[in-house]
């Protein structure tokens, strides 16, 4: 079941990438073709720096996010703190369709909440979805609201199985809270940071619905600021019906997280290994 | 180190006077994270209940309106086909969920506990498909589905959604952490068959498990938005998200008929997490990866 449904059309996926293949019934080779015309294509680029625009403006907040929130929720003082933990979640289990829906309301030009306290601290309206930064931060947004309470229990988790040895050791040795984190915490979860960036580059890589209920179409907004990789291979696939063309984007997306799933991989262990 | 060792430690950690102790500022962190967690359920609910005009003035309001029920009766005049849609949703999504979980524990107790050729190599290949973006395979799996002619139909949500990667992974960590292995040898020494271990053996134990990957599984499908857009055609066949984006093309920007469709597809979720939300945080914290 899990082969036919799950591996069977990545390998076809592959396949159909050397052909001019569409909807109609055109099946002809074309070798690398499809690849070659890819990297001559302007919107393949734009919507590759769109991505990774959007994926560093989400994925470096929410990790700060919710490593401090796990922080806070693994004091052993805290009161309440399944009631905490419990409303970490909730954003998380809301449909992106209905989040896209109010924040694309909280974020309009003219009667956004958003934009009226800009207003009133005294600056100029935003157009945040005409603009390129400005509608990647308000789609960043989303995200981080998303998954930051979801990754702030993974890391507290994870800090939950740090002994607490450590720790008294620590204090003994005259560590302040701040150097107990930096020199016991931190270490402890390289590899909870390594995971929860790699599935974090997995899903950014990929984002498409709230540029998509952001927009209301494949284009990602008027000129394309804010089209992604995944909604250009929809573009091509459902909208263009080049399959073919679009099943050679998937590849390039797939290279893409590959390699920058390595590159976090490498950097983690940088970072936070040399704190022991 | 000796036991005695651990045993003077335990009563002072439980003071734990030095490291950390519990200031305002962090139960003002809190509850800012959870006015920001839960303000856009409740905007959802007051642009509902106020209407597009209500919040388009300077300050908008941000109380409750009477105009809800109008609301309502307008997100069914534009999709009378909203309950139904209410009823596949939930329809796919128990399906899903109890065939996930089934199917994953046999994956999961086989890749787990039993001996087989390949083992290894099949666990890293489960691995491997995780990391592998979805969108990769979309267009054959669409030929697919059209080629069994189950586009417009809830199989193609369905059927695909059956055994995914991620939950036999899942249900391989939590039987190699919850079943020991000891309990499997004295059941194989009494004569238990395979199955029957599985059935009267390891169901029980990972009872509470499973049912968080079956409620993660039917949140998932609930939420899923981009494959029911692609394969469903008619409105009788509509998931309740996919019935709600119908509303954004209809009409140009009501975001009053928005909020109030998003808000009806998002209740139900919010009263099935009032009480399960509990066991839901325990289900993500088993399965992070710790250290």
Known sequence: MFLIFGLAPIIYSVYIAFFNWDALGTQEFIGIQNFIDLVADDRFWNALYNTIDIWLLSTIPMLILSIGLAAILHNPHLR????????????????????????????????????????????????????????????????????????????????????????????LDGANKWKQFRYVTLPSLRNTITFVLIVGTIGGLQVFAEPLILGGSYNGGDSGQFSTLTLFLFDQAFVAYKWGYAAAVGIMITVIVAIVSFINFVITRRLAGDGK | MSSIVKEQTRPKANKRPKWQKMGAGGYIVLALVTFLSLFPFYWMFIVASNGTDEISKIPPTLLPGPRFFTVVSHVYEALPQFNQALINTVYVGTIVAVAQVFFSAIAGFAFAKLNFRGQKFMVLFVILTMMLPSQLGIIPLYMLMSNLGFINSLNALIIPALVTAFGVFWMRQVIDAQVPNELLESASIDGAGVFRVYWSLVLPIIAQSSFVLGLFSFLATWNDFLWPLLVLQSPENFTAQVAVNQLKSSYAIDYALNMGGAFLSTAPLIVLFIFVGRRLVRGVMDGAVKG
């Open chain 1, 80 to 171: 309440g703190s399944t009631f905490w933990r419990t409303i970490l979640l909730v954003p998380n289990i809301t449909s992106v369709l209905a989040i896209a829906i109010v924040f694309g309301q909280l974020f309009g030009r003219d009667f956004g909440m958003v934009n009226l306290v800009i207003g009133a601290l005294g600056f100029d309206h935003i157009d945040f979805i005409q603009g390129t930064t400005s509608s990647h931060i308000a789609i960043a947004s989303m995200i981080v609201w998303r998954w930051t309470g979801y990754n702030a229990l993974i890391f507290l988790a994870a800090m939950l199985a740090i002994p607490g040895e450590l720790y008294e050791s620590a204090s």
